[in-house]
């Protein structure tokens, strides 16, 4: 008589959640348990019909613990680290997601936000929403761990999140929602690391950081990189990049055609 695989699962699920685990995949349980993928398929979807475990991508699965049921998945930050980890695939949490972190609590993002190397499709699980946004020279951005309950989730720095937000403003809502973000996110930045980091980044992006941060009244901040920018930038560029710029007036300290008028929450 063949041994309930339901009960085998079970043990298994409770076997890793024993360890801290709460991340696995289906030929992970296929090898520890010993039994056929489409037996292990089927035990799988049992518990998934349950709430008891959810998957986030193809042939990967979660635990849910009782305290997320009603969200139907783990919280992200409690699993894309082992879910990168398991693609191989360098990442880090940034935009709103990091400045969170930092504390800039304006403008919660709708999903969860994660620059990647490679373009990589959404995940939906539950009521969970990760988006993934690709960033060249990924490997050159600092991070810093952060703490979740199930282990350390890479967050971009304070400054590198400024440059970030205004780079990809278009996915976070645009440059009024940045100077907005950027009012709480300033106390976390240091001049020293904006310079640091401005020659890593294209120009056009210091060039909207230092007027943003002038125009929310961080001058130190702004003048660290008004330098830098006077130092090297040669083309003038429009600050709203989608937006036309006829008859938009100049800014000679930024190389900038002001052809938006940003409006910062406060």
């Known amino acids: 008589m063949k041994p309930d695989s339901r009960i085998q699962i079970r043990d298994y699920i409770a076997g890793l959640m024993q360890a801290g685990r709460y991340f696995f995949s289906s030929a992970d349980a296929v090898s520890a348990l010993g039994s056929s993928a489409d037996a292990v398929k089927l035990a799988l979807n049992r518990l998934r019909r349950k709430g008891d475990i959810a998957s986030p991508g193809r042939g990967v699965y979660v635990i849910v613990p009782p305290e997320y049921r009603s969200l139907g998945c783990l919280p992200a930050d409690q699993f894309i680290p082992a879910l990168m980890a398991h693609a191989r695939a360098p990442y880090y949490a940034g935009l709103l997601t990091a400045a969170q972190y930092h504390g800039a609590a304006h403008h919660r993002p709708q999903g969860f936000q994660v620059m990647v190397e490679k373009a990589r499709r959404p995940i939906e699980c539950g009521l969970v929403r990760i988006a993934f946004y690709v960033r060249k020279r990924l490997s050159k951005v600092p991070t810093q761990n952060i703490n979740t309950p199930r282990g350390f989730l890479a967050v971009s720095t304070p400054a590198a999140t400024a440059f970030d937000l205004v780079g990809y403003e278009t ?96």
């Open 171 to 266: 996915q976070v809502g645009g440059l009024d929602a940045v100077a907005t973000v950027l009012i709480d996110l300033a106390e976390r930045l240091e001049p020293k690391e904006l310079v640091t980091l401005a020659p890593t980044v294209p120009l056009p992006w210091v060039q909207r950081l230092g007027y943003l941060l002038e125009l929310i009244e961080e001058a130190p901040l702004a003048q660290s990189l008004k330098d830098f920018v006077r130092a090297r930038a040669r083309d003038v560029v429009a600050l709203q990049p989608s937006a036309a710029h006829d008859g938009a007036l100049r800014n000679r300290d930024w190389k900038l055609l002001i052809n938006a008028d940003i409006e910062a929450d406060t």
